[in-house]
């Protein structure tokens, strides 16, 4: 113990008698260490070997900060700290050196870290791997033509090897095999692990019996390749994990809750309880259900219902958790937390939709469905056919091996996960995270989108419409009202100023009256920006666009007119998705008008207004053939869950991103069209190298039953189907790259994961 | 071809240690951050104090010579 603290002792101590103790330092540092907080920080802008000195100084001479480590593959910082520490603090001392950092929950973005499974498959790989280059030296000197004892000395070397490592490496196929047929079912691993069995057995036999053809090689490559399409495999979904749980630990889950003797505290949602009174400032998301029992404001359900129109909440006023709150501080007395919560109500409605999704069938199940019962009964009616001719067990059983080996899915276990890892690359450098392996395959397959209007087709953010009866002087006003609201209408009026370069004229006492505006005085006359049930303007009955009212003094109010802005993309998006044949329909839990306005713009003809979650889900399953959904809120999770196959936007609720196949990481929609046909590409390119496969079987087959296959024969065929279908499926990651580099680089995030991809 | 005798367990072993390093390295953790570490080895941070490892695999913040 010593040995290691000593150079700390003699480098932390001043004096050299405090050296002498070095253990009342170790038991401070170990108790100390008890009480310490792991901090999490996402770091998206960097991207050099400077940044990360850089960032890891920063931290590290910030006070109190014991340890800082930067993983530039996921820029990502963990800090080490003592417990008093707040992430806010760090995130501030890293944003005085120029790096914008997001706080991750650290539990969250836990579960990616110990990436076990991958671990051993890794693991696995090389096991195989090398035992699979020296086993291939030994077979080529036989191949050459070493004979007699040598011959046979190689070959019970190559048995050595081979025989533990196929024990290691194979696992695996086996477990999964065993599994399947304990169900009676047959997959793709049995005949993997009949074949992987058979060859080493014979050959051991063969080896014993002084023969020719021993397959060692053969076994180990064909254990080595298929490792390599199952690591692919891993690989492309743990990534994709990865950067989806990045997403929900960006949301740390904490509350303000507001204790019996009036102090607030920030605890973890977890912590609450119900009946807690919480605390929400404006801006903020309900964290949990429940009952206002202080202060007014409005509300944002778009989220939860989709409509845009903010609604007004008052004492009394029963909340849902994914809410946000507008413009007045709330207190709510908490009614339901966490799986309670109206935000979990829709699981049910989900699993229920999900149900019919894992029906699906994969291309891989059903190439194995065709393929094992084929195999099997070729290689046995060989073995019967061989036996039946010659009498001779050993040269039937090896020439049933040898079908076996030969048929065996080498390059159909590649085939699949080669082009998804491809195709997923290319697309995530794009800006979509493809979180299902079979999702690509179901997105080939859709004959209908459909889209959700709020926080989908459009932005959910609001922008003023320019009308030529307002002067400057008035916006200008108005914008100085709105300054210190986060109310979105406020918050546009601000934006629309700025646009224009307005100087904000002086206002005296401005105070925001909660639920309906803000007032202020100007050179002693009272000015008010609202609602209108507030200053009494009324739109005409038809217009449907949102408004707020600016009153001077006891003039007529003015009305400002927003509208929802379409998000950057959408009608290329759905042009490009109806060029290519797919009828496209909008369905949204907004009114008629509003959703009508957006339908026009977009260019879709087909919708449908004021759904219910559960109406939505029912209208896709009602559809005929497949059905994408492209949601954001609560209202859409179950018909996610309900589609064939769903896209979510990164700014959806954590729900309806996990019931999502994919998740659009950028603001740009146009990537959806192209998502598609590379779906399409993707799916075409799994077909072919099923075919590629087939054809080197066709050719490969009859040698081996008509015994004439060697293990140099095989270890061809293996080879170079399995190059030949990698090489195929990589034709889809080339064409990605030099398309679009500029979109991709549009979240922070899809950097991030792109790092580790490529 | 007495020489096989010595050459293929010599063999073997080379590729055994290659084998041992590599789980090594997989169990040292040095495939998570392939970014970062091919460009931490261009810094001069610890390049005359290195960072210094306790046992629990922490490590603390050394005395840097070009920090002011």
Known sequence: MTATDYPEASSGAACPACAVTPSAQVLARHAARAREAKIMLSLPGMHCAGCISKVERALAAHPG???????????????????????????????????????????????????????????????????????????????????????????????????????????????????????????????????????????????????????????????????????????????????????????????????????????????????????????????????????????????????TLPVQALPGTALSAGELNLTGPLVLRATAIGPDSSLHALTDLVAVAESGRTNYNSLADRAAKLYAPGVHILSALSFAGWYIATGDLRQAVNIAAAVLIITCPCALGLAVPAVTTAASGRLFRQGLLIKSGTALERLASVGTVVFDKTGTLTGGTPTLIPAPQMDAETLALAAALGKGSAHPLARALVLAAQAKGLEAPELDSLREVPGYGIEAMQDGVIVRL???????????????????????????????????????????????LKRQGLCVKLISGD?????????????????????????????????????????????????????????????????ARVASDIVLLGQDLAVLADARLV??????????????????????VPLAVAGLATPLIAALAMSASSITVSLNALRIAGKGKSRRPARAAQAGQVQAAAGVIG | MDVLRFLIPVSLGLGGLGLLAFFWTLRSNQYEDPDGDSRRILTDDYDDAPKLQDKAGTSETPTKPNQQ
């Not at chain 1, 196929?166 to 086996?174: H, M, R, S, T």
């Not at chain 1, 200053?535 to 449907?544: A, I, K, P, Y």
Request: charged fraction near 20%; include cysteine.
């Open chain 1, 65 to 307: 900060v014991r340890e800082a480590r930067v993983n530039l593959t996921q820029k990502r910082a963990s800090v080490t700290a003592e417990p008093d520490i707040t992430p806010e603090a760090l995130v501030e001392t890293l944003a005085r050196i120029g790096y914008d950092a997001h706080e991750l929950d650290a539990q969250t973005v836990a579960l990616t870290t110990t990436d076990r499974a991958g671990r051993e498959l890794l693991m696995r790989l090389g096991v195989a791997g090398f035992a699979a280059m020296n086993v291939m030296l030994l077979s080529i000197s036989v191949w050459a033509g070493a004979e007699d004892a040598t011959r046979d000395l190689f070959h019970w070397i190559s048995a050595a090897i081979t025989f533990p490592a196929i024990l290691f490496a194979g696992q695996p196929f086996f477990r999964n095999a065993f599994a399947a047929l304990r169900h009676g079912r047959l997959n793709m691993d049995v005949p993997i692990t009949l074949a992987i069995l058979l060859a080493v057995a014979t050959s051991l036999w063969e080896t014993a019996m002084s023969g020719h053809h021993a397959y060692f090689d053969a076994a180990l490559m064909l254990t080595f390749f298929l490792l390599a399409g199952r690591y692919l495999d891993h690989r492309t979904r743990a990534i994709a994990r990865s950067a989806a749980e990045e997403l929900a630990a960006l949301e740390v889950p904490r509350a303000i809750r507001r204790a019996a003797d009036g102090t607030e505290e920030t605890v973890p949602l977890t912590a609450l309880c119900v009946g807690d009174l919480v605390v929400v400032r404006p801006g903020g998301r309900i964290p949990v259900d429940g009952i206002i029992t202080e202060g007014a404001s409005e509300l944002d359900r778009s989220l939860l219902t989709g409509e």
């Open chain 1, 591 to 655: 009114t008629p008008g509003a959703v009508a306005a957006v339908a026009a713009q977009v260019g879709i003809d087909d919708w449908q207004a004021q759904t219910t979650p559960a109406g939505k889900a029912q209208a896709i399953k009602d559809i005929e053939g497949g059905v994408l959904m492209v949601g954001d809120g609560l209202n859409d999770t179950a018909a996610l869950a309900a589609a064939d196959v769903s896209i979510s936007p990164a700014s959806a609720l954590d729900a």
């Open chain 1, 679 to 700: 779906a399409v590409q993707a799916t075409r390119r799994i077909r072919e190298n099923f075919r590629i496969a087939t054809v080197y079987n066709i050719v490969a």
């Open chain 1, 530 to 576: 609202g609602h209108s049930d507030w200053l009494g303007g009324q739109l005409d009955v038809n217009d449907t666009a949102l408004s707020t009212w600016l009153q001077i003094g006891d003039a007529a109010p003015v009305a400002f007119r927003f509208a929802d802005q379409l998000r950057p993309g959408a009608a290329e998006a759905v042009a490009g």
